[in-house]
């Protein structure tokens, strides 16, 4: 919890900036995942981390339960779409290689 009744407290939240989901200016971007910036490439075991999520909850954010259901569809969405991209791939490398032959 953020003392937020001292003037700390007070200039630590004046300090936060966030934004519920991607800003506008990025969302267009691809998304990536940048491997040397992954918790387990970056921390030794014993050390302790936070997540976003848990933060903004104890701040004040309501919405943590909608953000983790949402965030279970797009896994099972982008699993779906793995598995229909990979199997779109292998029945071209199918008709590539009779073509070829």
Same mark, same amino acid.
């Given at each position: 919890m953020i003392p937020h009744k001292s003037s700390r407290g007070v200039a630590a939240l004046e300090r936060l900036t966030v934004c519920? =989901?991607?800003?506008?200016?990025?969302?267009? $971007? @691809?998304?990536?995942?940048?491997?040397?910036?992954?918790?387990?490439?970056?921390?030794?075991?014993?050390?302790?981390?936070?997540?976003?999520?848990?933060?903004?909850?104890?701040? =004040?954010?309501?919405?943590?339960?909608?953000? $983790? @259901?949402?965030?279970e569809k797009r896994k099972i969405d982008g699993a779906a779409y793995h598995e229909k991209a990979r199997a779109q791939k292998q029945i071209l490398a199918k008709a590539t290689a009779a073509v070829d032959a």
């Open positions: 519920d =989901g991607v800003p506008s200016a990025y969302s267009a $971007q @691809k998304k990536m995942v940048i491997p040397d910036a992954l918790r387990v490439n970056r921390l030794k075991p014993h050390r302790k981390y936070c997540v976003l999520g848990r933060l903004s909850h104890e701040v =004040g954010w309501k919405y943590r339960d909608l953000v $983790q @259901k949402m965030e």
